[in-house]
């Protein structure tokens, strides 16, 4: 388990410490959660439902505690046990569903849902499930079909909170199209995901988590370079890019519409994501932006090094840098 998501657990539990050891049922039910985001793949999909239900937004005194997994798990009785492998398994199969669907980036929110609300609903069909994502791309028609399709009362706010305080802490494997190489695609979902999970600015940062806040956080070139540095097999930052190195390529007008592609005003960077919208860490509202391209001061567009770009990128930046080379193409063609 990576140590930014063992330091995040540990905080929670702090905060729980007291309220849990007034309630055995609670408690013990926390403890079954805990043992779910100690084994992998749930990770923190259960805790946030916790501190939500347990604490009724009262912060509780700071207690320490301190949670060992390997204790944990060796200590678990047969009953919570069994529990627990119906959890993983059930999780994996919509995991498996989800990506089958081509919808794996919805993979967090489905668990998360799930893990939270279905614990009563009889006769549960995954691929129906998983239909109701592929079908309802806005959060808000998805919860009101889940609602619909199984008689439940989710609210919408409330679960957002949730979800977005479960994105902020960890960087979803499943919103990489190619893990094994720096590209623009994953470069703009990296972008995306960032604004989605609601990353805070702070300076020199790289998409790791604040220790003091506990959200990730990034400033104007980190949201970029951390990118770069982050390495999705080992889900951890390496510190091998130390610069961001950009090629200013023209105006605005002469920008292909691939996500991915880089904005530049004179001093900040922005990451194009498509459908005329830009995602950037802003120094002004604290926080990763998404924005039209419109609205904002670019002036021009770019790449970064060691970002692999399409060749509808590599043919612009042709035709923008070497503008003799077509007419004297031309030329030849008409024997001039």
């Not at 410490?17 to 985001?37: E, H, P, T, Y």
């Not at 700071?62 to 999780?91: P, T, W, Y």
């Not at 902020?168 to 994953?186: E, L, Q, V, W």
């Not at 970029?224 to 610069?243: A, C, H, Q, W």
């Amino acid at each position: 388990m990576a140590e930014a998501i063992a330091a995040a657990a540990k905080a929670l539990l702090k905060k729980l410490a007291v309220d849990l050891a007034l309630d055995k049922d609670k408690r013990n039910k926390f403890l079954l959660i805990v043992g779910s985001i100690a084994v992998g793949a749930m990770l923190l999909l259960f805790a946030p439902i916790a501190v939500l239900s347990s604490i009724g937004g009262i912060e509780p005194p700071n207690v320490e505690l301190e949670f060992n997994e390997s204790d944990f798990l060796n200590n678990m009785d047969d009953e919570s046990r069994e529990k627990l492998a119906i959890i993983q398994a059930q999780g994996q199969a919509i995991e498996d569903a989800m990506i089958s669907a081509n919808i794996g980036s919805q993979t967090i929110k489905a668990k998360l849902i799930y893990l939270s609300f279905f614990e009563n609903v009889p006769n549960f069909d995954v691929q129906t499930y998983v239909n109701l994502f592929r079908d309802n791309h806005e959060d808000t028609a998805l919860i009101q079909a889940i609602n619909a399709e199984y008689g439940l009362e989710i609210d919408f706010d409330e679960f957002m909170r949730t979800y977005t305080f479960v994105m902020s802490t960890t960087i979803d494997p499943h919103m990489f199209t190619d893990s094994g190489t720096k590209n623009c695609a994953d470069l703009a979902a990296w972008a995306e995901n960032a604004y989605t999970s609601g990353w805070g600015f702070q300076e020199s940062s790289y998409g790791e988590i604040d220790e003091n806040l506990r959200y990730r956080c990034a400033d104007n070139v980190g949201l970029i370079m951390g990118y770069l540095r982050y390495m999705p097999s080992e889900k951890s930052f390496n510190t091998d890019v130390d610069t961001l190195i950009y090629n200013e390529i023209g105006a605005l007008d002469t920008m292909p519409d691939v996500a991915g592609i880089g904005l530049f005003d004179g001093n900040n960077f922005g990451v194009y994501v498509g459908n005329g919208k830009t995602v950037f860490a802003s120094y002004d509202v604290g926080n990763i932006v998404k924005s039209p391209v419109s609205e904002g001061n670019w002036v021009s567009w770019c790449t970064f090094e060691g970002i692999n770009y399409p060749q509808e990128v590599t043919d612009k930046i042709n035709e923008i840098q070497n503008p003799n080379e077509e007419n004297t193409e031309e030329e030849n063609e008409n024997g001039e």
